[in-house]
T-cell receptor, first 116, second 114 residues
Framework: NAGVTQTPKFRVLKTGQSMTLLCAQDMNHEYMYWYRQDPGMGLRLIHYSVGEGTTAKGEVPDGYNVSRLKKQNFLLGLESAAPSQTSVYFC???????????????FGPGTRLTVL | AQSVSQHNHHVILSEAASLELGCNYSYGGTVNLFWYVQYPGQHLQLLLKYFSGDPLVKGIKGFEAEFIKSKFSFNLRKPSVQWSDTAEYFCAVSHMDSNYQLIWGAGTKLIIKP
């Protein structure tokens, strides 16, 4: 099993360009999350999904859009990239059974994005 | 705003030394507490978690953490570290009012000298 995978691993964009990050999971988990990690800060939640066809905003959603058309995939889009979006992006999944607050999250390897 | 504080951003220890990494949070209600670890080149993974019961929680690789409610703390401990414990350690908190969000500390980078 691959677990949680992210594509691409690295990307450099120019300001104003767009791109989509793909998160794929083969764990049959209901919940999926997109985080960003910046130096000296903890992970911050961008958007999340509690099931196929659902999405919701997290702590820092501005400048990003997401879609979850299939249970196994969660896409993160940047429509017009800005230097402030330079970061490492992590995808995570969780079973979503019972209380979400006690769920273990399973992470992908991360995508390092630089916006010039 | 709710927050999680990890007191040390960088820790350097020699092998066989004892380890304690601090974690404090600022929410007054019922919480769930997590320690995640990221070894070099690997994914973030769960080390241990607390959600009820015995406040002393044991995790993988000989790690343990103690929940002290009166101190709002969940410190991570290991009696004797190994070189393979070199990693970044993250503390995180969730509660029923945090709307599906884990609140993360900034992380502690631990380097073990062989």
């Amino acid at each position: 099993n691959a677990g949680v995978t992210q594509t691409p691993k690295f990307r450099v964009l120019k300001t104003g360009q767009s791109m989509t990050l793909l998160c794929a999971q083969d764990m049959n988990h209901e919940y999926m999350y997109w985080y960003r990690q910046d130096p000296g800060m903890g992970l911050r939640l961008i958007h999340y999904s509690v099931g196929e066809g659902t999405t919701a905003k997290g702590e820092v959603p501005d400048g990003y859009n997401v879609s979850r058309l299939k249970k196994q995939n969660f896409l993160l889009g940047l429509e017009s990239a800005a230097p402030s979006q330079t970061s490492v992006y992590f995808c995570a999944t969780a079973r979503g059974e019972g209380g979400w607050w006690a769920d273990t999250q399973y992470f992908g390897p991360g995508t390092r994005l630089t916006v010039l | 705003a709710q927050s999680v504080s990890q007191h040390n951003h960088h820790v350097i220890l020699s092998e066989a030394a004892s380890l304690e990494l601090g974690c404090n949070y600022s929410y007054g209600g019922t919480v769930n507490l997590f320690w995640y670890v990221q070894y070099p080149g690997q994914h973030l993974q769960l080390l241990l978690k607390y959600f009820s019961g015995d406040p002393l929680v044991k995790g993988i690789k000989g790690f343990e953490a103690e929940f002290i409610k009166s101190k709002f703390s969940f410190n991570l401990r290991k009696p004797s570290v190994q070189w393979s414990d070199t990693a970044e350690y993250f503390c995180a908190v969730s509660h029923m009012d945090s709307n599906y969000q884990l609140i993360w500390g900034a992380g502690t980078k631990l380097i073990i000298k062989p």
